[in-house]
């Protein structure tokens, strides 16, 4: 007689069952069915919870929501929003009641909602504008998302500096579509995470708001471990790592360094759509390091991606690997001159469409791909484009590329 595993796991079961190997083998699966699920809520941790902050942070930095402001702070936090909200409605009547619907007409049916923005930094707004469809979006840039504790207790006198600064560094978004490195830079540092602030302010620009915000790094296969409280005390100490060897090292923990923030239009409760920033440098040295960033990328399948204003990166053989990436998993592209070079695109498969005018690259860069970009624009139709995205022209003059995977015959 062999006595089943359910008579000794389960209570309730008083007798011995006779059964069969063949019985004992189905009776010891559903065995391990019944505790899986108990195992796998044990080991999955949601990681803490950073919402209060988030919507702290939404009402104070971006001028959005319903979240009280500490008396002491009013002044402060009316002075600043006094000062950002025609930024906000001229990005607005630019850019969403302007280019998103022209954004918009150029991007077949049927495409990926889940979009993939390298080189992005602070620069939700922007992913936004260009596919207001999508549910998932990853930015990744050399910046780190920060710390959102600071918020909770400052003082006036900090809170106003901190929000000077961080005006400053959104007025190049708001106002011309892409953010100095400088400004990336300062905002590394001090009592308002810099780029959280970006990513909230996009929010307020596009009528969305913040309802979950954690922090997270990478398992080795590339799969999100959320930190919880007891992680991030442990991480107190280790300061986040400084990506570009020439900036500011940044002032906070290495666990404020990736993040993801849930929102969803305001006042809805459809289900909520996802932003993951991950801080990485994308040259090919580092991601042959550490894979767990293409990893992480890879397991999304095909997506929908955009890049702007990236210092012509993808034009460099130091990147082939995030190149790589891009031309094997996306299925559209819409960018500046500093995307996908012809070179690259046409062999993987894409197709490439101009708009506006481009005479030369506005910043130095290889004469290979400027040429070829240029006999581009010059060898197709000529295409309106009434606003700027990303990097103007060496001619100051606005220009834009499609870059999609050619229809299969």
């Not at 022209?102 to 992005?120: A, C, E, I, K």
């Not at 939700?124 to 207790?153: F, M, N, Q, W």
């Not at 810099?194 to 954690?214: M, S």
């Not at 299925?331 to 993987?348: K, L």
Request: proline content about 7%; charged content about 20%.
């Amino acid at each position: 007689m062999i006595q089943s595993p359910l008579a000794r796991l389960l209570p309730g079961t008083s007798a011995p069952v006779k059964t069969t190997p063949e019985r004992l083998l189905r009776s010891s699966l559903c065995a391990l069915l019944l505790l899986a699920p108990a195992a796998n809520a044990a080991a999955a941790d949601p990681g803490q919870d950073f919402t209060r902050e988030a919507k702290l942070l939404f009402r104070v930095v971006a001028c959005a929501g319903g979240e009280p402001v500490p008396a002491e702070l009013v002044a402060v936090v009316e002075s600043h929003c006094k000062a950002l909200r025609p930024l906000i409605a001229l990005y607005r009547d630019k850019y969403v009641t302007g280019a998103q619907p022209f954004l918009d007409s150029l991007q077949p049916r049927g495409l990926p909602t889940t979009v993939v923005y390298p080189f992005g930094g602070g620069d939700l707004l922007s992913a936004l504008t260009t596919y207001k469809g999508l549910r998932e979006v990853t930015t990744l840039s050399l910046e780190h998302a920060g710390d959102p504790r600071r918020i909770v207790g400052i003082d006036a006198a900090r809170l106003e500096d901190s929000l000077l600064r961080v005006r400053r560094g959104v007025s190049g978004l708001l106002a011309l579509d892409n953010s100095t490195s400088e400004a990336m830079i300062q905002l590394q540092r001090g009592e308002i995470p810099g780029q959280l602030a970006f990513f909230l302010i996009a929010l307020a620009v596009h009528g969305q708001e913040p309802v979950g915000l954690r922090y997270f790094r990478l398992h080795s296969e590339g799969t999100l471990d959320y930190l919880s409280q007891k992680r991030i005390a442990e991480l107190e100490g280790e300061k986040a790592l400084q990506l570009n060897t020439v900036w500011k090292s940044p002032d906070f923990s290495v666990a404020f360094s990736n993040s993801e923030l849930e929102f969803r239009p305001a006042g809805s409760s459809e289900p909520a759509r996802v932003h993951r920033h991950i801080a990485a440098n994308l040259m090919d040295g580092p991601l042959a390091k550490d894979p767990r960033v293409i990893k992480h990328l890879e397991a999304k399948g095909p997506v929908a991606a955009l890049t702007k204003a990236a210092s012509y990166t993808l034009w460099s053989k130091s990147f082939s690997r995030v190149r790589n990436y891009l031309l094997k998993h996306m299925e559209f592209m819409i960018s500046d001159s500093t995307g996908i070079p012809p070179r690259h695109a046409a062999p993987a498969g894409f197709v490439q469409e101009t708009y506006g005018t481009f005479d030369g690259p506005f910043l130095e860069a290889n004469t290979t791909d400027s040429e070829d970009f240029c006999a581009l624009w010059a060898g197709q139709p000529k295409r309106e484009l009434k606003f700027r995205y990303g990097y103007v022209d060496v001619l100051r003059q606005n220009h834009l590329l499609v870059t999609r995977r050619a229809a299969k015959p």
